[in-house]
């Protein structure tokens, strides 16, 4: 088990947010913007297992690989994280991946 926020839709910590979030906010805001996204974390989760099973109820396929996109965060965020290390760096790429397929699997 990982403590990434979500693994699934921010697979980053509460640590990396922060250190990436400082780079653009002062401190004292990109602890509560780090925070504030980790407390966020179970109920999206929660959330999104939910709608899975819902869609999987409504035969949607790929149901379980679907994403919410329920996550709000400055647009500054995603760029921050993938200048940390190349791990961050490699877990941003694959999440953008991922957002973009889902979106582009799923549009109307």
Known sequence: MTDFIDPEELPFTTAEIFEAARTF???????????HLTSCGPDLIAARAQRR?????????????MLLYGWAYSNELL??????????????????????????????
């Not at 953008?96 to 979106?103: E, F, K």
């Open 53 to 65: 099973a819902e869609w999987r109820a409504a035969g949607v396929a790929n149901a379980e690989r």
């Open 79 to 108: 760029p921050a994280l993938a200048n940390l290390s190349a791990d961050t760096a490699a877990r941003v790429e694959r999440l953008r991946r991922a957002l973009a397929r889902d979106y582009s699997d799923h549009a109307v």
């Open 25 to 35: 906010l002062p401190d004292d805001a990109a602890r509560r913007t780090a925070e």
